[in-house]
């Protein structure tokens, strides 16, 4: 059973970083994809960035694209979201996600996968970002 557990979220001002935190557990398959969702208040889930572990292949939405960063630490397990620059309108809570028979390359994706495509997900943390 695929577990997620989100930590790293908290009150941020405006301009400043914040780096969230993944760790997954529990694949059957050695290749898997992990999305980072937020949604805020009377809004849907938005995909915000992806990758792939089979090459390390990234998608990232063009709402965060150049502030926004997924990366792992394969080692642990580890998968992880660089905000930096936030702004009010980041606030929303963030979710893990993953797509456990996911193993293609997002290096060709023009599209985030759809929600729908991921099928476990974390508890989800709170990013604020407020002055």
């Known amino acids: 059973q695929v577990q997620l557990v989100e930590s790293g979220g908290g009150l941020v001002q405006p301009g400043e970083s914040l780096t969230l935190s993944c760790v997954a557990s529990g694949f059957i398959l050695r290749y898997y994809a992990i999305g980072w969702f937020r949604q805020a208040p009377g809004k849907e889930r938005e995909g915000i960035s992806c990758?792939?572990?089979?090459?390390?292949?990234?998608y990232t939405a063009d709402s965060v694209k150049g502030r926004f960063t997924i990366s792992r630490d394969k080692s642990k397990n580890m998968f992880y979201l660089q905000m930096n620059n936030l702004k009010p309108e980041d606030t929303a809570i963030y979710y893990c996600?993953?797509?456990?028979?996911?193993?293609?390359?997002?290096?060709?994706?023009?599209?985030?996968?759809?929600?729908?495509?991921?099928?476990?997900w974390g508890q989800g943390t709170q990013v604020t970002v407020s002055s």
């Open positions: 996600a993953a797509d456990p028979h996911y193993s293609r390359s997002y290096s060709r994706a023009n599209s985030f996968p759809l929600v729908g495509d991921f099928s476990s």
């Open positions: 990758i792939s572990t089979i090459d390390d292949s990234t």
